[in-house]
């Protein structure tokens, strides 16, 4: 059974002081290990998507990387609209049209100015 | 990135009731639907995955019979919570998908008195 462990559960920081959070996984197969931004009451929002180890992606204070086993979601100089849940979501199988996302707790950020 | 539209955001209903739940991508085809259900705190949790013209495709542990679940055109899928009962209060979230990424519609809190 796939699975994804979030760590953190919870998070506060300093406005500009740089963190990051963990995802642990254990999949048959990674297609692909995604991140996602939830605001309370909102869906999730679409951040990155990693495919293979070694791989990294930014977006302004935010970078993503892959290893076999656990992704970093890096958080430079925070900012207190960087508040948010952060989800990490794997999609596991050998072929086919599986898209079915596991995903993990997720990481609440709490950034004070 | 796409947007998936999700409607109503929030409905409050009695018990026995049945809540219908509309989710629409609105610039691009989704011939795949995904619907999750999220407790506070806990991970999003697959219920089913819909393809558009064809019968849809539950979890286990999800009743078929209590959710119907309707993909009957590329831009239109809908959650129907059939008799209704405080323990379906949750918040419904449907998602896309467009290539490889999954797009997610605002979500729905549901609550039953």
């Known amino acids: 059974e796939d699975q994804v462990t979030q760590s953190p559960e919870a998070l506060r920081l300093q406005e500009g002081e740089s963190s990051s959070l963990n995802c642990s996984y254990t999949?048959?197969?990674?297609?692909?290990l995604f991140w996602y931004r939830q605001d309370p009451g909102k869906g999730p929002e679409f951040l990155f998507t990693?495919?293979?180890a070694g791989e990294e992606k930014e977006k302004e204070r935010l970078k993503a990387t892959l290893t076999k086993k656990e992704s970093f979601l890096h958080i430079t100089a925070p900012k207190p609209e960087d508040s948010a849940t952060y989800l990490c979501?794997?999609?596991?199988?050998?072929?086919?049209?599986?898209?079915?996302?596991?995903f993990g707790k997720g990481t609440l950020l709490t950034v004070n100015p | 990135g796409a947007v998936v539209s999700q409607h109503p955001s929030r409905v409050i209903c009695k018990s026995g009731t049945s809540v219908k739940i509309e989710c629409r991508s609105l610039?691009?085809?989704?011939?795949?639907m995904f619907w999750y259900r999220q407790f506070p705190k806990q991970s999003l949790m697959l219920m089913a995955t819909?393809?558009?013209?064809?019968?849809?495709?539950?979890e286990q542990g999800v009743e078929k019979d209590k959710f119907l679940i309707n993909h009957a055109s590329l831009t239109l899928s809908t959650l129907t919570v059939t008799s209704a009962h405080p323990e379906d209060s949750s918040f419904y979230i449907c998602?896309?998908?467009?290539?490889?990424?999954?797009?997610f519609g605002s979500g729905t809190q549901l609550s039953v008195l």
């Open positions: 979501a794997v999609q596991a199988g050998s072929g086919g049209s599986n898209y079915k996302l596991t």
């Open positions: 999949v048959s197969g990674l297609r692909g």
């Open positions: 990693l495919y293979s």
């Open positions: 610039d691009f085809q989704a011939t795949t």
């Open positions: 819909s393809n558009e013209g064809s019968k849809a495709t539950y």
């Open positions: 998602s896309g998908r467009e290539g490889e990424k999954l797009f």
